[in-house]
């Protein structure tokens, strides 16, 4: 396989042939966000909030799953990508309707800090049916809230890529999808055990672990 030649927000970048512009842009020290990238593991290109501008291209590209391609032109902070982040982010934030005012693991809530980082408030879109959840805490290594779940599928990815487990899919449809094991049957300690990857790679706090563990 060979080299491919590219520029990213003006540096010159070579790198291996089959490289995606995310893994392109940290070769040469510049930084895409992501939220649903797991890195290593196939990208599901689920949140867009990694898109780029590719010059040629009328629309945004998602950096984490676009190939690089000889003479390739790429702009990955231009007013017009920021303001497609601010509302992918905005979007996300409408359906993160969990409490996180009142929890400690607040601060590690990526999605708070991109919403930070873009400076993007309370989201300005009604949902008719918001999506609340009771929090289950069935599972003696797994506290699920998923109110605050944004459907990023990086658990699921998780779960399976890494931990080999397949325990969990997304369930349903539309409005009603969710994060569910089985056919939406409780998660019990006889399905998932305590190899806690899926909260290591939950991005919004929608799985931790019981203070206990
Ligand atoms: S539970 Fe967490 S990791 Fe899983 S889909 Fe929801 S936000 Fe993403």
Known sequence: MGNVNLIIDEKKVRVREGSTILEA??????TIPTFCHIKGVLPTGVCRVCVVEVKGSKTLMGACHTPVAEGMVVSTHTPRVVAARKVIVELMLTGHTGDCV?????ENC????????YEVGAPRFNVKAPRFYPIEESNP?????????VLCRKCV???REIAHKNVLSIGYRGFR???????D??????????????IEHCPTGALSRPVKV
């Open 25 to 30: 842009a940290e070769a040469c020290g510049i």
């Open 157 to 159: 990815t998780a779960c």
């Open 102 to 106: 009142n929890d400690t693991n607040a």
């Open 185 to 198: 049957e409780a998660l019990t300690a006889e399905v998932c055990r305590d190899c806690l990857i899926c």
């Open 110 to 117: 990526k999605l708070h800090n991109l919403a930070s980082d």
């Open 141 to 149: 290594y797994v506290i699920r809230d998923l109110s605050k779940c």
């Open 177 to 183: 999808s969710k994060v569910v094991s089985g056919y």
